[in-house]
């Protein structure tokens, strides 16, 4: 199986439930800057104070943050990874094709993750963080549509990206997700 993945999608597409899941399957790390920042939220750290005001607005944390807590763990070098809710602009994908070649770690698969705005919706209204919120919501979505969503250009144009159509429930999307992989073998 590919051992160097990214998940893409909009905020609430099941991106961290669906990697955790198949993290534990094939024991990829699982690079999540979001469980990244939330750490360092609840340490409060004074980088977590500072991300905290930026996540609870609906907006991305500066890329600088970002990148050098990724580039942090991916020179430690491990064997396989699944990066999920990273790259979310396209200075960060820029980035991350840069640190990939140094490191001689390409990605070699994207899995875009496409769920319609309404259910996302529902899905984040019932999960309740402090960023979910109904406007906090569409603002992230806005802020998806804008600075991530073209990524799935960048990777197709790279000829990784593959989309899996993530409304179903948990379960189905996972095998959707295996299907996936394995044709990729
Ligand atoms: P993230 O932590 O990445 O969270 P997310 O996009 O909101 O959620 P995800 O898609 O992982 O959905 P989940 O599985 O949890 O980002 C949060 C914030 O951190 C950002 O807004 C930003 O401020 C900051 N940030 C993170 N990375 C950044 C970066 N690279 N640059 C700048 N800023 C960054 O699922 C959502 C809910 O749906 C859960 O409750 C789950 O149980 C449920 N669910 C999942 N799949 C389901 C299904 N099939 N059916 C029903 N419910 C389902």
């Known amino acids: 199986m590919k051992q160097r993945l990214l998940f893409?999608?909009?905020?609430?597409?099941?991106?961290?439930?669906?990697?955790?899941?198949?993290?534990?399957?094939?024991?990829?790390?699982?690079?999540s800057t979001g469980d990244?920042?939330?750490?360092?939220?609840a340490a409060e750290?004074?980088?977590?104070?500072?991300?905290?005001l930026v996540m609870n607005r609906?907006?991305?944390?500066?890329?600088?943050?970002?990148?050098?807590?990724?580039?942090?763990?991916l020179n430690e070098r491990p064997e396989g990874w699944l990066l999920d809710g990273f790259p979310r602009n396209v200075i960060q994908a820029e980035s991350l094709e840069v640190l990939l070649e140094k490191i001689d770690q390409p990605i070699e698969l994207v899995l875009f993750l496409d769920v319609d705005d309404e259910?996302?919706?529902?899905?984040?209204?019932?999960?309740?963080?402090?960023?979910?919120?109904?406007?906090?919501?569409?603002?992230?979505?806005?802020?998806?549509r804008e600075k991530t969503a073209p990524l799935t250009d960048y990777y197709s144009q790279r000829k990784i990206l593959k989309t899996v159509k993530a409304d179903g429930n948990i379960k189905a999307i996972?095998?959707?997700i295996e299907e996936v992989l394995n044709l990729m073998v």
């Open 8 to 31: 893409l999608g909009p905020p609430g597409a099941g991106k961290g439930t669906q990697a955790e899941l198949l993290c534990q399957k094939e024991r990829l790390l699982h690079l």
């Open 174 to 176: 996972q095998r959707s």
């Open 36 to 41: 990244l920042l939330r750490a360092e939220v």
């Open 58 to 73: 609906g907006e991305l944390v500066s890329d600088d943050l970002v990148l050098s807590m990724v580039e942090n763990r």
């Open 45 to 52: 750290t004074s980088l977590g104070k500072q991300a905290a």
């Open 119 to 144: 259910l996302l919706l529902e899905r984040l209204l019932a999960r309740g963080r402090p960023d979910d919120t109904e406007d906090v919501i569409r603002h992230r979505l806005d802020v998806y």
